[in-house]
């Protein structure tokens, strides 16, 4: 899984800039306007991109 520009993606519509991450502390999505903390910001896109690699495959489910 990928994680390259997940601090940069809005998680409402996807759009990825840049310009996004406003400062370290700060997300404002350029498209729509979403304003968010940017240290959470990431995570959702992580695990959303993490089930999708594992829904088609690319990662195979963790076993104990």
């Known amino acids: 899984m990928d994680p390259r ?3 940069r993606q809005c998680s409402e519509y996807r759009h990825t800039h ?3 991450r406003v400062t370290r ?3 404002v999505c350029r498209s729509c ?3 968010l903390q940017a240290d959470h910001r990431g995570s959702p896109d992580i695990a959303h991109r993490a089930g999708a690699a594992w829904q088609r495959g690319a990662v195979a489910p963790r076993t104990a």
């Open 5 to 7: 520009n997940t601090s």
């Open 18 to 20: 840049r310009t996004n």
């Open 25 to 27: 502390a700060r997300f």
């Open 33 to 35: 306007g979403t304003v």
